[in-house]
Structures are given as structure tokens and as C-alpha cells.
């Protein structure tokens, strides 16, 4: 699993911003930095419905620090952008629908009693101006949340 002080793993994937456009992160570092990797389980779930809309209310504070914030997950880039719209999110979703970035960060978890294999465990990395991850946050449980006062110290701290 990548840790703080590693290079991030570079990936490209599609993005979901109303409509779908590829991203790849190393690209994106030269203008976007710090950034921020909220990886979440999957659309239209309940805790992590409550994240990706925390990081919402708390946008301005990132672009304040001029970092940019990207929820990851493995649903497909068109249900991201229903997700999105449903709960107006006004940063991108990347899809991670190939399983190629969970498993490059090492955050695949499966909910075998539900029959569900290869989401994302609730994670977070914040990867800076020279590829390098700053912070990193991986929960083994799906229903905890980020400490979300402690991304947005890590992105100051990275900006």
C-alpha cells in the first residue's frame, strides 16, 4: 500500500463531471495540486452519500488552499454523474470501473455476506505538486468516515 512520502500511483481513468472526460493524475498534478483521493465504496450508499457531501460543504475550504478534490470509486463514470447530480457535487468522480486504482493503492476490500467483491475501502491520499502522497487515511471499516478537519490540515500542509 502506497504510505506518506511514496510517489502515487499514476493512473488515467474516466471522470465524471456532468460529462465524462479522462483524467490522468500526474497530468493533473501540474495544475490541480494538492490533491485530494477520497476513495468510497460506491454511489448511492448511505455513509458514503454523507462523505462525498461533507467534502462538498467543505469545498470552499479546499479551494481556498487551491487543492482540488476527486471522489473515487468503481461505479461506472454514468452512475457518478446521476450520483453528482443527485447530490450536487460540484467536484469530479473518477471512475475507477476497471479496479486497476484500487488495487495500484492497495484499498480493494470485498462485502462477501452481500455478495459484492472489489470496492473501494473508505480511503483517503493527498498527493502533492511532485507526486509525492503527504497524507494518507485507510479504513478497514466501511461506515467510518474521514477526519475531515485532518485531510483539510494535510492539504495546507501540502499546498
Known sequence: MPRTGDTAPDF???LATGDVESITLSERLEE????????????FTGVCTTEMCTFQDRIAAFDDLEATVYGV???SPFAQNEFREQNDLSFGLISDFEKEIIDDYDVRMDFADLGVYGVAKRSVFVVDADGEITYSWVSDDPGVEPDYDEVEQAVADAA
Not at 34 to 39: D, E, G, H, I, S
Open 73 to 75: 470509486s468503481v461505479d
Open 12 to 14: 488515467t481513468a474516466p
Open 32 to 43: 490541480d495540486a494538492p490533491v485530494v483521493l477520497a476513495f468510497f465504496p460506491g454511489a
